[in-house]
């Protein structure tokens, strides 16, 4: 299958199981650990900016997407690029590239100021991307951890149940449709 075959179009609903399983297979969310991939991740994003939704396909299969949306906590002006990836088999192509320029110009119609994203350390090809996409470094964050003691000291006050951040977002964008 020659590069001319892969097509870009809008992320709908036909793309979901494959943008899930591929994010699967390439997201290391332990890099990042506050972060998670789901099901909610994407639908959150289709349903806020679905114009910053992208696919790139192949033959019916999904082999690359972006997901951005506008706001940034409480900046409503500030775009965010939060995942992007495309297959093993199809990376090196220039994809992600367009992938991302797409979900940009799609961004800054929408009103965007600016436009940000966060990469791991150790995602080398996550940082060139960026930087060759006019992206400019702008702060370093250092996620310190500090564990809970291995002791039962502190169990009683954590029966709370965990939350998963990607449903926390779904859920706040819901809450914020019905106000509105
Ligand atoms: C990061 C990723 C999306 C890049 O996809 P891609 O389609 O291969 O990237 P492109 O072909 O569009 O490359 C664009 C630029 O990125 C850089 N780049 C891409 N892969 C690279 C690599 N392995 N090492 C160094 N630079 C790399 C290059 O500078 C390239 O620019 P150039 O062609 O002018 O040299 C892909 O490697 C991926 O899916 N990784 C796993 C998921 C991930 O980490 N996503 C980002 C965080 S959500």
Redesign the pocket.
């Known amino acids: 299958m020659s590069d001319f075959d892969v097509q870009l179009v809008p992320m709908g609903l036909a793309h979901l199981a494959g943008v899930l399983e591929l994010g699967h297979q ?2 290391d969310v332990s890099a990042m650990p506050y972060t998670s991939w789901s099901l909610s991740s994407v639908a959150v994003h289709m349903d806020a900016q679905p114009d910053a939704c992208w696919v790139a396909e192949a033959d019916g299969r999904v082999v ?1 997407f972006v997901l951005g949306s506008l706001s940034y906590d409480e900046r409503a002006d500030w775009g965010y690029v939060e ?4 297959a093993p088999d199809h ?7 367009t992938l991302l320029e797409e979900s940009c110009a799609a961004l800054f119609a929408a009103g965007a100021t600016r436009i940000i994203t966060d ?1 791991e350390q150790n ?4 940082a ?2 960026m930087q ?1 996409s006019g992206f400019t470094d702008s702060v370093t964050v250092t996620l310190f951890v500090r564990h809970a003691p291995a002791d039962g000291a502190r169990q009683s006050r954590s029966r709370a149940r965990a939350t998963d951040p990607a449903k926390a977002r779904l859920h706040a964008v819901a809450r914020k449709t019905e106000r509105s």
């Open positions: 390439v997201f690359g995942w992007l990836a495309v990376q090196g192509k220039g994809l992600a590239r990469v995602n080398t090809a996550s060139q991307l060759r």
